[in-house]
């Protein structure tokens, strides 16, 4: 990693975290001054941040790299047993009312069920 590059940051993560979470930080850093093993950065508004990174802690960042992704989209929560009944019994209720509905026909004005 040069002088002058941009680079992320590598967010730590407890060893049991749940779900997904973006191993980069969304904040894009630049590098100011380093060897090949620590590096400082400034970040967007011209500040150096307080720490020094190693070089695994980076991630350098090329031009096409520089959108960050939508955030996933959370999925729906599985049904239990009882909603998947409730579920079944409402669209057999449904089918067997649209049957009904079917049957009659209309004759000059009046209703005659078959």
Do not use: C, H, W
Not at 26 to 33: F, P
Not at 81 to 106: A, F, V
Request: glycine share 6%; net charge positive; hydrophobic share 25%.
């Amino acid at each position: 990693i040069k002088v002058g590059k941009k680079v992320r940051i590598l967010i730590e993560k407890g060893a049991f975290t749940e779900g997904y979470e973006p191993s980069y930080s969304k904040s894009i850093e630049n590098v100011v001054n380093g060897n090949e093993y620590s590096y400082s950065l400034v970040d967007n508004k011209g500040q150096e941040l307080k720490k020094t990174y190693k070089y695994y802690q980076l991630k350098k960042i090329e031009a096409s790299d520089v959108f960050t992704n939508e955030p996933a989209v959370e999925r729906e929560r599985p049904m239990s047993n009882k909603e998947r009944r409730n579920k079944r019994e409402l669209e057999e209720l449904e089918r067997i009312l649209e049957l009904k509905n079917k049957r009659r026909k209309i004759f000059q004005g009046t209703y005659f069920l078959e």
